[in-house]
């Protein structure tokens, strides 16, 4: 059982780490609720090495027993259900690992992890993950040779390729619909030039900035609370420090629409068809709401088919944004042969006291017809921090971040030999 991995979910990111544990040698269970799903990833070649478990993570009784079957867990369930199996990891005295935000819940269970001798590893994936391990890179190297870091600006996002970018959206789901639409929520938080600015999510999208990487021009605007960063990362000397996601431009303007006309909202839809939901959301008929959209908004809605009076299947008592989530997963996916973009850069202003100098980071991949971008960078880091606990190679008990040394150089290092690699700029 030494090796023995458990896999939670079989979703859009799980193909390269399920590859590159079979690579590694692993005995791998996935469950999963689409063991066709899991079989396709797995392939005919790694059957005799994996077994495929159809599970409701809902069940305790049946996960908990997995779990104790096994040296170590990767969640790759919803963000919120990783708490419920980070109790039966304790429970059992195994590590886990996942690629979301750590909430304040599970920062809860840091005492109890401690006491069992557990690991409790998260964000672990791309943002948040790569982005952890590659700034902490540049900032222990600075501070290994007496500088400090004065402003520090960080931004990722996942898109469609240009070629790939064919709708009004500009966008396409790489990842969870509905934890793009949720995250779409937050309010925001992040310190410039010395002052902190707080945004309600109303606001988050008022101030858009132009961010130019490899010729391509996105829209970036704050990620969350980005303060919390100045004491992780050990910036208390920077005056600027923003975390910031990039989309192709129009996303923010569209996201507001959503946000105004009530489509966000977790109310039941009650009705059978998206106009008369658009109707009773906004309060306002299809006639007002066409003359009183910008025309861009009206081509996005009826892209989607929201201002649509015929019937939809499975509408009525869904929410409304978990509604909405689906038909844009519908309508906004990855067609065959088409090929989804990441792109991540840091921004940092370095110091010695005397002079100041700049440094870019920045990783640009693109998905191919083996996987997407998107499921490389969050599959293969997950991936490859299990095989290093595993392996002993990085130790730690309690809930934890990827910001150690011993952890996010070899992890970077694998990292750069599978092309996932960051490249770093000095600049004037």
């Given amino acids: 059982m030494d090796n023995r991995v458990l896999m939670l979910g079989s979703g859009l990111v799980a193909g390269p780490a399920i590859d590159y544990l079979l690579a590694w040698g692993a005995p791998l269970t996935i469950a999963t609720d689409d063991a066709r799903r899991a079989e396709a990833l797995v392939g005919g070649a790694a059957q005799g090495q994996t077994k495929i478990v159809e599970l409701d993570a809902a069940d305790v009784d049946a996960l908990g027993q997995l779990i104790a079957e096994h ?31 750590i909430s304040e819940e599970m920062r809860a269970r840091d005492s109890r992890a401690r006491q069992r001798n557990v690991l409790i590893l998260g964000e672990v994936g791309l943002d948040p993950g790569i982005d952890h391990m590659s700034t902490m890179a540049v900032i222990d190297q600075a501070k290994a040779r007496g500088e400090t870091v004065l402003s520090f600006r960080s931004y990722c996002g996942g898109l469609p390729a240009p070629e790939s970018n064919d709708n009004p959206w500009g966008y ?9 639409l949720q995250a779409s929520k937050n309010a925001a938080r992040f310190m410039r030039d010395g002052e902190i600015v707080e945004r309600p999510c109303e606001q988050v999208f008022s101030e858009l900035e132009p961010l130019t990487v490899e010729g391509m021009t996105f829209e970036a605007y704050p990620n969350r609370d980005s303060l919390p960063y100045r004491s992780l990362y050990g910036l208390t000397s920077a005056e600027t420090v923003l975390r910031a996601t990039l989309r192709w431009p129009g996303w923010g303007e569209s996201i507001d629409a959503l946000r105004d006309l009530g489509l966000l909202s ?46 939809c299947v499975g509408l009525q008592g869904q929410r409304v944004i978990a509604a909405l989530a689906a038909r844009m997963a519908a309508r906004l996916a990855f067609s065959p042969g088409q090929s989804d973009l990441v792109v991540m850069q840091h921004l940092f202003r370095i110091g ?15 998905g191919d017809q083996r996987a997407s971008a998107m499921a490389r960078t969050v599959g293969l880091p997950v991936a490859i921090a299990a095989r290093l606990v595993l392996e002993q190679a990085y130790h730690a008990v309690g809930v934890q971040l990827p910001l150690s040394p011993q952890l996010y150089r070899p992890l970077l290092a694998e990292l750069n030999a599978s092309g996932v690699a960051l490249v770093e700029q000095e600049t004037p």
């Avoid at 396409?172 to 793009?180: C, D, E, T």
Wanted: charged content about 20%; aromatic content about 4%.
């Fill in 352 to 366: 010695d006291g005397k002079a100041t100098r700049g440094l870019t980071s920045t990783l640009v991949a693109r």
């Fill in 172 to 180: 396409k789901f790489s990842w969870s619909p509905l934890g793009v």
């Fill in 71 to 101: 040296a170590l867990t990767i969640s790759l369930l919803p963000a919120q259900m990783h708490t419920s199996v980070a109790d039966l990891c304790i429970e059992q005295q195994r590590s886990l690992i996942n690629a979301s935000y």
């Fill in 266 to 311: 977790d109310r039941l839809a009650e009705a059978d068809n998206w106009a008369t939901v658009l109707e009773r959301c906004a309060g306002r008929d299809l006639g007002s709401l066409r003359a009183q959209l910008a025309p861009a908004i009206v081509e996005r809605l009826d892209f989607l088919g929201l201002l649509a009076a015929e019937p």
